[in-house]
C-alpha cells in the first residue's frame, strides 16, 4: 500500500483560481517536502516542515503556501495561481536528518492553470 | 548555493549493453539519492548512499563525497529501464535535496 499518497492527481484552473494540493503520508515520517517539476529540469524544493505546525520555506517558494496540519497530512497551496505555476508537483516524507534523510515520494499531482 | 550537474542529458543504448551516469557536486555533499521516473511519472528510490557503493540486480551506484561525486551504472539494459534518471544530493543538516536535470535513458531493441 502506497505510504505517500496525493489529491488530486490531475488539477486544472485558471489564471488567478485558488487551488489546494493534498499529501498523505503513513510513514510515521517527521519531515515532509513539496517539490515542482518542469520538464527538462530536476525537481525543485518548493516548501518543507519538520513537523505539525512547523513550516520551513524552500528554493521556489514566491506565490506558494504551505500548512502541515498533523504528522501526516502536509497541504500546498496557490491562492493566485498563474500560468508559470503549471507544473509537476511532488510530495515526499523522510525520517529525519544524518542518515535517516532518505525520501520517499508521492505519485506526482499535475496542475495546469490556463 | 548547492548546484548539482549531472551527465548526459540523454543516452540511447541497446538491449543488453550497458553504460554509466554520473552527478558532479559542486560542494561537499554528505550523501546522494539515485530515482527513475517511470512512464507513469512515479519517481522510483533506486539508491540512497552516504559513501561507497550498493549494487541492486543490474543496478550499481558509487559516491564519493570527497571527491564530489556519484555514479550510476546500469549493465544488460532492459526495454523497461528506460525513464528519466535523476540524482540528488542531500543535505543531511538540512534534510533537503538538490536535484540534478536527469538523464532521459531510451533502451531500444
Known amino acids: 500500500e502506497a505510504a505517500v499518497t496525493q489529491s488530486p492527481r490531475n488539477k486544472v484552473t485558471v489564471t488567478g483560481g485558488n487551488v489546494t494540493l493534498s499529501c498523505r503520508q503513513t510513514?510515521?515520517?517527521?519531515?515532509m517536502y513539496w517539490y515542482r517539476q518542469d520538464t527538462g529540469h530536476g525537481l525543485r524544493l518548493i516548501h518543507y516542515?519538520?513537523?505539525?505546525?512547523?513550516?520551513q520555506i524552500g528554493d521556489v517558494p514566491d506565490g506558494y503556501k504551505a500548512t502541515r496540519t498533523t504528522q501526516e497530512d502536509f497541504f500546498l497551496l496557490l491562492e493566485l495561481a498563474s500560468p508559470s505555476q503549471t507544473s509537476l508537483y511532488f510530495c515526499?516524507?523522510?525520517?529525519?536528518?544524518?542518515?535517516?534523510?532518505?525520501?520517499?515520494f508521492g505519485p506526482g499531482t499535475r496542475l495546469t492553470v490556463l | 548555493g548547492d548546484q548539482v550537474e549531472q551527465s548526459p542529458s540523454a543516452l540511447s543504448l541497446h538491449e543488453g549493453t550497458g553504460s554509466a551516469l554520473r552527478c558532479n557536486f559542486t560542494t561537499t555533499m554528505r550523501a546522494v539519492q539515485w530515482f527513475r521516473k517511470n512512464s507513469r511519472g512515479s519517481l522510483i528510490n533506486l539508491f540512497y548512499?552516504?559513501?561507497g557503493t550498493k549494487e541492486n540486480g543490474r543496478l550499481k551506484s558509487a559516491f564519493d563525497s570527497k571527491e564530489r561525486y556519484s555514479t550510476l551504472h546500469i549493465r544488460d539494459a532492459q526495454l523497461e529501464d528506460s525513464g528519466t534518471y535523476f540524482c540528488a544530493a542531500v543535505n543531511t543538516n538540512t534534510g533537503k535535496l538538490t536535484f540534478g536535470d536527469g538523464t532521459v535513458l531510451t533502451v531500444k531493441p
Open positions: 516542515s519538520y513537523g505539525a505546525g512547523n513550516l
Open positions: 548512499l552516504a559513501s
Open positions: 510513514n510515521s515520517h517527521n519531515y
Open positions: 515526499a516524507s523522510s525520517p529525519g536528518m544524518g542518515r535517516y534523510a532518505e525520501q520517499f
